[in-house]
């Protein structure tokens, strides 16, 4: 055959009849291919493309926020600094009108409510937005404020190495904000707890409550004796150049300075940035928004990898059963079969249990995913393949001589596309989903400094859910956009891939 | 119709038994995990190990094991969470909060679920089905533990009508009880009802375009009475092995709920053996929601048969 083939040339051919046979028209408009036709039909959904659009700024976020904004502030666990930064309120400039502003309500008595004014008399953020009402009871005085978290930080009590102190000061200098504020003369404090407490620099009664003067303003108490280690810089408004800014301890050759910070311009200092965070902190100052975008890297990452193990896996799978049928089918649907009684949730375990602390609890995850993951997909694949390898231009494919594995991939495989793209599709929220519950109930743990799932951070807000319920807001909101939005999607891509399914599942 | 059953209750039994030997022999290949603590007699736990049978060669252990739990029904004693105790007795005593929880959440959206999508049937294309459409869309897609955590925010702790936690003890058919598994129930629920309102729907709309629905109209019968009579009952044909088969589901319950709930479950039950590594709880478990996975798959299958006459099971 392939002699006589090599042997004709073009020029040995001449036509059956010269007579141009073809009356019809030719088409002037451009044919339209399978895929196109599917866009065409998908883009008539709008819900589905509203679900595609979301889906993309999803993807986006995942992929932009962790490139350009996450930094250390956002990634590491065991930072001392910020774990003052905990569990700050969602505020956004942009949309502080609409309640966005970091504030909550509050009920608090007279000495913390003193307390609060006064943080915002020295350092000029004025956490007590409003006083929504105040009221007697018992004796004493209750206040409904509506506080702003991130001003509410007050003072804290910092030690220092000299290095480290001059840095400070010499920013203060360049940046005119005040961030080390005047040391506090403790000794007239009789309690404990309110010489460890930073934000009480004001004469105090015994009860805790300020000693006011005629004006009924709070009396400073700022330390005016002893060596503050030469401050040079920026003094608070009403110093007289007496005020001491530094408490020194240590020994000579190391010696530490003990200062009251502003956390707020600390933070400005140590980040150079205001604080402010659009979805809030969690539990342990950690951004929500850099976090969330990395859980949703991960998850993203996740769900496609097993999604394209999977269509591989179960196309070749599928491939096979559905192509060859009869006895090489019935028993590669018996090992489905058993494969697909094993509860996911075992498997995972089992798959923790044995790899995790081998190969890590990611790959032993994925391992678990791809384990019985693979089923759907070949029997997809499987139905797709007995339904057209009966027809025409497959027997065609296989009396001009092609080979079974040319037929399976070349002929029949594009042409079940469409469903296989669908189901693969489907796939990624079921993925998500069961990450975040595995996580979510500890049994796969993927909590590290770099690293978290969207389970995790869910898991990490349960118990906050009454008094801090924005850091499982977010989460939450997050996991249950992608759900609808994939869905709808899959749903789209399926109509659009099948027409005549349409309405039928849904 | 025998055969087909017969045929599937023997695969059943094979796929039971290849799960579980390969669960036990996954388990037996893990390290021990009983390490020497202070205040512990080492040649104790030795001596206790030996007397168990983990000394024995794998297979001699294997044998013994299928000898033990599938005649015997000893599943063996708890080696952490419930120290001495028989684990197949705390195992009973776990089940009962997790099948009442599923009961009533199934009570609770099997009707509803019906009528909604019975509804939205009837009233394709109006604004009534597109509104119950969308609603049900997005409850079929949010994870259930979202609406869990919805529940208790809002009505448990924001309006205060529920106790957060499900009650503990053992009365379980007390009123109090029943109101503290309610937010379980109610988040449960959620999902079932959208995910039982879209399939009635689905139904319920092919029956009501199909050609003998037509002839009932034509041959007098009014819509009220071609539809009961003749629309309903052939849509449900697909739908009640669905109920059945996630009746027989309700007894493995959901991990993630019974834990947001704190309900003393098998669920949490389940959790605890993994994390606190007790093997017998888990060999056991997992058997237990293996088999519920496969029998609630043939329960499904083989209804379809009683439920229909029209459908041969297992003809070619």
New interface residues.
């Given amino acids: 055959m392939d002699d006589i083939k090599n042997k004709l040339t073009d020029s040995q051919f001449e036509f059956v009849s010269n007579v141009d046979i073809s009356h019809d028209k030719k088409f002037e408009t451009k044919p339209v291919g399978y895929f196109r036709d599917a866009f065409r039909r998908f883009c008539k959904n709008k819900s589905s493309v509203a679900a595609a659009v979301i889906i993309l700024i999803l993807v986006l976020y995942a992929i932009i926020v962790p490139l350009f904004m996450e930094n250390d502030y956002t990634k590491s666990l065991t930072d001392t600094e910020y774990l003052q930064y905990t569990k700050l309120l969602p505020k956004s400039k942009l949309f502080s009108w609409a309640g966005w502003d970091g504030c909550e309500e509050k009920t608090i008595n007279e000495n913390v409510y003193n307390m609060y004014r006064a943080i915002g008399v020295e350092t000029g953020y004025d956490p007590i937005k409003k006083v929504v009402d105040s009221w007697r009871e018992n004796g004493s005085l209750y206040y409904k404020i509506k506080i702003d978290s991130y001003y509410a930080l007050g003072m804290l009590y910092k030690s220092l190495t000299y290095d480290e102190y001059e840095k400070i000061q010499a920013w203060q200098n360049e940046h005119d904000i005040q961030v080390i504020f005047p040391a506090v003369n403790t000794s007239s404090f009789t309690i404990q707890s309110n010489k460890e407490n930073a934000n009480i620099w004001y004469e105090i009664k015994n009860n805790g409550a300020p000693k006011l003067d005629a004006d009924g303003n709070i009396v400073p108490l700022y330390l005016q004796t002893g060596n503050d280690g030469g401050y040079h810089s920026k003094r608070v408004a009403d110093d007289d150049g007496t005020f001491r800014y530094a408490k020194i301890g240590g020994t000579i050759d190391a010696m530490s300075y003990n200062v009251r910070v502003s956390k707020y311009n600390y933070f400005i200092y140590k980040y150079g940035r205001e604080p402010y965070f659009v979805f809030g902190t969690n539990a342990k100052g950690q951004d929500i928004f850099t976090r969330l975008a990395a859980a949703a890297q991960f998850s993203f990452m996740l769900a496609l990898f097993v999604s394209l193990i999977n269509l591989t896996i179960g196309a070749i799978y599928g491939a096979i059963e559905g192509y060859f049928g009869g006895l090489p089918d019935l028993i590669m649907e018996r090992v489905t079969d058993i494969l697909s009684g094993i509860p996911f949730v075992v498997v995972t375990t089992l798959f923790q249990l044995h790899l995790a602390n081998k190969v890590g609890p990611i790959v032993s995850l994925l391992f678990a995913f791809v384990t019985t993951g693979w089923i759907g997909m070949a029997g997809t694949v499987r139905m797709q393949f007995y339904r057209y390898k009966n027809q025409e231009y497959v027997l065609a494919a296989r009396t001009l001589g092609a080979k079974n594995a040319r037929i399976m991939f070349k002929h029949i495989f594009p042409n079940s596309l469409g469903t296989i793209v669908t189901s693969c599709v489907l796939v990624i929220p079921g993925v998500i989903f069961s990450e975040s519950s595995l996580t979510y109930l500890g049994i796969v743990n993927l909590e590290s400094s770099t690293m978290t799932s969207v389970g995790t951070m869910l898991a990490n807000g349960r118990e906050f859910l009454s008094t801090y319920p924005h850091i499982i807001l977010f989460p939450a909101l997050f996991i249950a956009l992608l759900e609808i939005s994939f869905n709808l999607f899959g749903n789209g891509l399926r109509d659009a891939f099948n027409p005549s399914l349409r309405g039928t599942e849904d | 119709m025998f055969k087909y059953v017969l045929k599937r209750i023997g ?1 059943l039994i ?3 038994m ?2 579980i030997s390969a ?1 036990f022999i ?2 037996r ?2 390290p021990v995990t009983e390490a020497a603590q202070f205040g512990q007699d080492q040649q104790l736990i030795e001596n206790r190990r030996e007397l168990l049978g983990y000394n024995k060669p794998y297979i001699e252990q294997y044998f013994l094991f299928l000898k033990r739990t599938l005649l015997g029904g000893d599943w063996g004693l708890s080696e952490k969470l419930y120290f001495g105790q028989e684990v197949w007795g705390v195992f009973v005593e776990k089940l009962p909060p997790t099948i009442l929880v599923n009961f009533y959440s199934m009570l609770l959206s099997v009707p509803i679920g019906l009528l909604l999508g019975i509804y939205a049937a009837l009233r394709k294309n109006r604004w009534q089905d597109h509104s119950i ?1 969308t609603i049900v ?2 409850f ?4 259930s ?2 609406y869990a ?1 919805l529940v ?2 809002l009505l448990c ?1 924001k309006l205060k009508l529920f106790p ?1 936690q499900t009650n503990e003890g053992t009365e379980y058919f007390s009123w109090g009880m029943f109101v503290s598994m309610l937010p379980a129930v109610l988040s449960l629920s959620f999902g079932t009802i959208a995910g039982l309102t ?1 399939y009635t729907r ?1 139904e319920l ?2 029956v009501l375009t199909s050609e003998f629905l037509l002839l009932a109209r034509t041959k007098g019968l009014t819509k009220r009475q071609a539809i009961m009579r003749h629309a309903l009952r052939n849509a449900m044909v697909p739908i009640f092995p669905m109920i059945i088969g996630e009746f027989v589901g309700i007894l493995s319950g959901s ?2 709920i019974e ?2 709930f704190g309900i003393p479950g098998v669920g949490a039950l ?2 605890n053996s ?2 606190g ?1 007790d093997y017998n709880f ?1 060999m056991l478990l ?1 058997a237990f ?2 088999l519920i ?2 029998v609630a798959g043939i329960v499904v299958d083989i209804s379809y048969g009683f439920i229909d006459p029209r459908i041969r099971m297992g003809a070619r």
Avoid: D, K
């Fill in positions: 695969l094979l796929t039971f290849i799960i669960c996954l388990i290949l893990l459409s869309m997005i079929v897609s949010v994870p533990y979202i955590f208790q925010y702790y957060l879209r689905a709309t092919e991990l993630i834990e947001i389940y959790i993994i994390n590594l888990f997992s929601y293996t996975g496969l």
